[in-house]
């Protein structure tokens, strides 16, 4: 069965404090993992899609890399609007679901 | 140009009732998920749609049943309500290519069963 957690759970940083997030899965037969955001009252709003091992994305102040078992979400510098929950989903071959990770709930103190 | 719209935003329903919630999808997209995301956890999906059928299910009983329109538009229904249903319902869109997997989500439906 397809499986992803996250830690940690809540995570508390001060303005311009860099930090990582961590997403690790278990799926068969991997096609991507993505990344997402989302605010309080809203929808997850799409960031990043990994597909292999070794493989970088960056946007802004976020940069999410990618192994064999598990994915990183680098913030550097952060400010206090990127306060959110970052979620990690999986997709497997084959399939249409994705499946979420619990979220990271970020608060970026000014 | 729209996004993903979801309505009601809200909904207050008691046990044993029934709830229709809608969504109309981003302008180009003909794929529709529905997602269940109860209070500190992520998504969880319910089932999609494409082309007017159910495409692919996850793990939730009968009671949950959808239908998607010519218009790509879709209803997720749900019968003989319980307490544990309470959550934010999601409805994702996408277009139906394989090089284009970013889902776009709506607000969701707070369903509140009492």
């Known amino acids: 069965e397809d499986q992803v957690t996250q830690s940690p759970e809540a995570l508390r940083l001060q303005e311009g404090e860099s930090s990582s997030l961590n997403c690790s899965y278990t799926?068969?037969?991997?096609?991507?993992l993505f990344w997402y955001r989302q605010d309080p009252g809203k929808g997850p709003e799409f960031l990043f899609t990994?597909?292999?091992a070794g493989e970088e994305k960056e946007k802004e102040r976020l940069k999410a890399t990618l192994t064999k078992k598990e994915s990183f979400l680098h913030i550097t510098a952060p400010k206090p609007e990127d306060s959110a929950t970052y979620l990690c989903?999986?997709?497997?071959?084959?399939?249409?679901?994705?499946?979420f990770g619990p979220g990271t709930r970020l608060s970026v103190l000014p | 140009d729209a996004g993903v719209t979801q309505s009601p935003t809200h909904l207050i329903k008691t046990r044993g009732q029934q709830v229709t919630l809608r969504c109309s999808p981003k302008?180009?997209?003909?794929?529709v998920s529905w997602y269940q995301q109860a209070l500190g956890q992520g998504p969880q999906f319910i089932f999609q749609?494409?082309?007017?059928?159910?495409?692919q299910r996850g793990n939730f009983p009968d009671r949950f049943s959808g239908h998607q329109f010519p218009n790509y538009s879709s209803e997720l229904n749900v019968n003989a309500l319980l307490l544990g249903d309470s959550a934010l319902y999601l409805c994702?869109?996408?277009?139906?290519?394989?090089?284009?997997?970013?889902?776009?989500f709506g607000s969701g439906t707070q369903l509140s069963v009492l």
């Open positions: 989903a999986v997709r497997r071959n084959y399939g249409q679901n994705f499946v």
């Open positions: 990994l597909y292999s």
């Open positions: 799926v068969s037969g991997l096609r991507g």
């Open positions: 749609y494409y082309e007017e059928e159910e495409r």
């Open positions: 302008s180009g997209h003909d794929t």
């Open positions: 994702a869109s996408s277009p139906q290519t394989r090089n284009n997997e970013k889902l776009f």
